[in-house]
């Protein structure tokens, strides 16, 4: 399996280990925003992601996620629209102030990056939530890059972007009139627009309201909530290439749950013949508030990411596209408007298998995939694990992952693909201490 592992130069070879020796002779600090911070134990920001902190994409009012972002924000044209925020914040604010228990999947070293132990980038812009409320905006958005730790194809990249969105109303009657007279409103623009939605209960035993809360006012609230995301959903979608103007546009709510909303809901739309996933979002727990010291108070919230949308409305096949530099991309859209992307060209892939016993302690495929993505960059397109078995009498375990590189810009030539390949194996060994098979 390890074909692509060719060693006939052997001064080539020792370049290849002293370049990997300076990838990851572990420097003591890692540098983010012209500031270094000291690495430990846990640090798992590799170079690949480090480079990536500070674009802001989705400031840029001609790039598809700056054009989205300013779509949004002119739908909430009355919300203060937020950005700038550090992605560097604490587990606690990440995780611990929205009420995220102490074994949740998401907080693993596997799905989220450190930069030390006290250090991460945020993995969503829900982070923000109580330093956002505290200071007393009343209604706003926020738009952000995130991270996660993931696999990679088409549709998955470890940065990308969120908007988080969220209304505060009084817990009291001037509340409750501003629930009824909003509702109103924004019933009577959804009941003449050409929308289907199925909905679900506000509020049941599975999706529960919350005891703080007063019945009728948290069913006027996640109201208000669904009915201002339909609305969104209305200018998002409605109309646009692909969809059949005589269709209505078919939404739909789901119940969900996320540890700092309830009741709790995902939407969906159905858009060129798919149902797609687009926003989570629900009732604000009421801990969130008290957090951030905003009394008598009641909030709905929700966070979008925008590169899923923005696929979808332009038609941008790949994650990757959105961080081209490429004027070939970026000249193809215009500050304001929604276009379809036309692909410039289409380069050959370049598979590349490596098959290997796995070490006692394991290997992660997120682990695989960072090694993979700090070496080849945006050169690799997917990794997909193809092969895993365990020997019955050794008991070692083994794994064979195809890493397809291909360029979005050029030709990548085989030869520059097994130099890449070469240093990932290589790295797999000195890192990982892995077996090559
Ligand atoms: N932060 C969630 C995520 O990244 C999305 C989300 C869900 C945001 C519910 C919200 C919310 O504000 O209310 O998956």
């Known amino acids: 399996m ?47 992601i480090a480079d990536k902190v500070g674009r802001n994409l989705y400031m840029n009012p001609s790039h598809p996620l700056g054009i989205l972002q300013t779509l949004i924000s002119s739908h909430y044209h009355d919300f203060n629209s937020m950005t700038g925020l550090s992605p560097i914040v604490t587990p606690a604010k990440n995780f611990d102030d929205l009420g995220f228990p102490a074994d949740h999947p998401g ?13 991460m980038l945020r993995t969503h812009t829900s982070a923000h939530e ?54 109103a409103r924004l019933s009577h623009h959804l009941a003449r627009a050409n929308i289907v939605i199925e909905d679900v209960p506000h509020i049941t035993p599975a999706n529960p309201a919350q005891a703080a809360h007063d019945p009728v006012l948290a069913e006027l609230v996640a109201r208000n909530l669904k009915l201002s995301l339909n609305s969104l959903m209305l200018t998002l979608f409605a109309g646009r290439a692909g969809a059949d103007a005589a269709e209505p546009l078919r939404v739909r709510w789901i119940e969900a749950y996320f540890p700092f909303t309830t009741p709790s809901y995902e939407v969906e739309v159905f858009f060129r013949g798919k149902w797609l996933e687009i926003l989570g979002c629900g009732v604000v727990q009421q801990l969130t508030l008290d957090r951030a010291q905003v009394p008598n108070s009641i909030s709905w919230a929700f966070g979008l990411g925008l590169e899923r949308i923005a696929m979808i409305l332009f038609s941008i096949p790949d994650i990757r596209l959105f961080w081209s530099q490429d004027p070939r991309f970026l000249s193809q859209f215009t500050a304001g408007q929604i276009s379809t992307f036309k692909p410039y060209s289409k380069y050959p892939a370049c598979y590349k298998d ?32 193809i092969d895993s078995f365990t020997h019955p009498k050794t008991n070692r375990s083994s794994k064979c992952y195809r890493v397809n590189y291909c360029s979005m810009d050029r030709s990548l030539s085989n030869e520059e693909a097994n130099t890449i390949h070469e240093q990932v194996i290589s790295t797999l060994k000195d890192k990982f201490g892995v077996e090559i098979r």
């Open 107 to 119: 907080r693993a070293a596997t799905d989220s990056y450190y930069i030390n132990r006290d250090l």
């Open 354 to 385: 490596v098959s290997f016993w796995l070490p006692d302690t394991g290997l992660h495929d997120n682990d695989f995939c960072d090694l993979v993505r700090d070496l080849a960059g945006d050169l690799v397109q997917d990794v997909v694990l």
């Open 130 to 183: 109580v330093e956002v409320f505290a200071r007393r905006e009343r209604q706003w958005l926020l738009s952000a890059d995130v991270y996660r730790r993931d696999e990679i194809d088409a549709s998955h990249y470890p940065v990308f972007h969120q908007m988080e969105g969220a209304r505060v109303f009084p817990m009291d009657a001037s509340g409750r009139a501003e629930l009824e007279a909003d509702n």
């Open 2 to 48: 390890s074909a692509t592992l060719c060693r006939t130069r052997f001064s080539r070879h020792i370049l290849r280990v002293v370049q990997t020796r300076r990838c990851y002779s572990t420097p003591a600090t890692v540098s983010l925003l012209g500031q270094q911070y000291p690495k430990d134990k846990v640090s798992n920001v590799t170079s690949a």
